[in-house]
T-cell receptor, first 111, second 112 residues
Framework: EDQVTQSPEALRLQEGESSSLNCSYTVSGLRGLFWYRQDPGKGPEFLFTLYSAGEEKEKERLKATLTKKESFLHITAPKPEDSATYLCAVQAYNTGNQFYFGTGTSLTVIP | EAQVTQNPRYLITVTGKKLTVTCSQNMNHEYMSWYRQDPGLGLRQIYYSMNVEVTDKGDVPEGYKVSRKEKRNFPLILESPSPNQTSLYFC???????????FGSGTQLSVL
């Protein structure tokens, strides 16, 4: 069964304190791994897609990396506006039209 | 503006009273889907549609119906809602050539 596990569940950082969020997955034939940001009262917003081990993507203070078993979302020098829940999702080749989401990491950045 | 629009935003109903949550997208996307989001369980797919008149079950389809008569619309129907369907619902869409999902703002449903 395809599974996605995110850790930690919640993370509090001081402004400027860099850290990483983890997404571990078990899937038969990874087609893609996705990161989304979700603000309170809103739908998830797309951040990155990663397709193969070793791939990296960057956007402002965020950098996503992928290995064969997990993905990391690195946050460098975060700001309070980075506070949100970050969701990870996987798509497998054998179930290509379905996306399996983790439960998310709730990030709070304190000024 | 490209968007996925869900209505209503909030809905309180009683057990057994049929309801429909509407979803519309203005991006000419082929693929549309419905998710429910529950604390500790994350987003779980209810139904999806690859195109007009083509729908398929996701992981938690029991108690729900969908239809795709037009490309832009994908309503979610609860014919006899029960309290265990109290949840936050999201509609999402994507184009066939891109795996990126666009989500609506959500519908918070409470079934009493």
């Amino acid at each position: 069964e395809d599974q996605v596990t995110q850790s930690p569940e919640a993370l509090r950082l001081q402004e400027g304190e860099s850290s990483s969020l983890n997404c571990s997955y078990t899937v038969s034939g990874l087609r893609g791994l996705f990161w989304y940001r979700q603000d309170p009262g809103k739908g998830p917003e797309f951040l990155f897609t990663l397709y193969s081990a070793g791939e990296e993507k960057e956007k402002e203070r965020l950098k996503a990396t992928l290995t064969k078993k997990e993905s990391f979302l690195h946050i460098t020098a975060p700001k309070p506006e980075d506070s949100a829940t970050y969701l990870c999702a996987v798509q497998a080749y054998n179930t290509g039209n379905q996306f399996y989401f983790g439960t998310g990491t709730s990030l709070t950045v304190i000024p | 503006e490209a968007q996925v629009t869900q209505n209503p935003r909030y809905l309180i109903t009683v057990t057994g009273k049929k309801l429909t949550v509407t979803c519309s997208q203005n991006m000419n996307h082929e693929y549309m889907s419905w998710y429910r989001q529950d604390p500790g369980l994350g987003l779980r797919q209810i139904y999806y549609s690859m195109n007009v008149e083509v729908t398929d079950k996701g992981d938690v389809p029991e108690g729900y119906k969908v239809s795709r008569k037009e490309k832009r619309n994908f309503p979610l129907i609860l014919e006899s809602p029960s309290p265990n369907q109290t949840s936050l619902y999201f509609c999402a869409s994507r184009t066939g050539g891109d795996e990126k999902l666009f989500f609506g703002s959500g519908t918070q449903l409470s079934v009493l």
